[in-house]
């Protein structure tokens, strides 16, 4: 039953018993998500995911918002400006979510929302977007720490935050570091994990890397979904490749 998936974080703190208490009047999960979504703006629901995402506007972006002018880099042409992130709706539900990451609650709510919403044991942070402070990344961290059966993918441009965060990340959140320039490997290389954009596969393998792997999704052949491949959240894969597409 849906309501077991959070109840079992009753009298964890004032704040998950504050949200339990409103779930539990909640007649149905639609109702309860309803709920959670005022505190959190919701998650989404990529069609290549295998799992449920979370995105943030673009144009937030801390670093992407200054590649994006930088022709070669990968940021370029975003994605993430273009398409459907375009209309009205997404931009407004995009930015329901940005305007909650900094309140009290949003943390535990979003655990109660992933441990009710998520059954594939993954989840990846923006599809759109990136961390915007140290204060977020942390809050994050805590949501991987409470939900230790679920693996979580944390792509970054924000090198500097992820460097200033002074704490322990547990294993189940990889942050894959993202480098900036198409083709180049050097920004990153010195991370534990990272993931690049290059242009072909021909590319790929003159860089002679190890333990490295092409992203499933980009290949020209495929379905462009994740299908059975979890290679982002792997923690020992060091580099996952994207082919530019």
């Not at 993430?80 to 930015?95: P, Q, S, T």
């Not at 109660?112 to 990344?137: C, K, N, P, T």
């Not at 939900?147 to 294993?171: A, C, G, M, Q």
């Not at 021909?202 to 052949?221: G, P, V, Y």
Request: positive net charge; hydrophobic residues 35%; charged residues 25%.
């Amino acid at each position: 039953m849906w309501k077991n998936k959070y109840r079992s974080y009753k009298n964890k703190n004032d704040n998950f018993d504050f949200l339990i208490s409103l779930l539990d009047n909640c007649k149905t999960k639609k109702l309860a998500l309803e709920v959670l979504k005022e505190f959190t703006g919701g998650l989404s629901s990529p069609s290549k995911m295998p799992c449920h995402s979370y995105n943030l506007p673009a144009i937030e972006c801390k670093t992407g918002s200054k590649l994006v002018k930088v022709k070669g880099s990968t940021c370029y042409k975003c994605y993430a400006l273009k398409g459907r992130y375009r209309f009205n709706n997404v931009k407004d539900a995009m930015y329901l979510r940005f305007n909650t990451i900094d309140k009290r609650m949003w943390t535990e709510a979003m655990v109660l929302e992933i441990a009710i919403m998520e059954d594939s044991g993954y989840i990846r942070w923006h599809d759109s977007g990136d961390v915007q402070d140290v204060e977020h990344l942390d809050r994050i961290v805590n949501i991987a720490k409470w939900l230790p059966n679920i693996k979580f993918w944390l792509p970054t441009r924000e090198y500097k935050i992820v460097d200033d965060y002074s704490k322990s990340v547990p294993s189940n959140l990889a942050i894959r570091f993202s480098a900036h320039m198409i083709d180049s490997i050097k920004e990153v290389s010195n991370k534990e994990l990272n993931s690049i954009t290059v242009k072909d596969e021909s590319t790929f393998k003159n860089m002679n890397l190890t333990n490295a792997n092409i992203c499933h999704a980009t290949r020209k052949d495929s379905t462009h979904k994740c299908e059975s491949c979890r290679a982002c959240w792997d923690t020992n894969v060091k580099t996952v490749a994207y082919l530019l597409h």
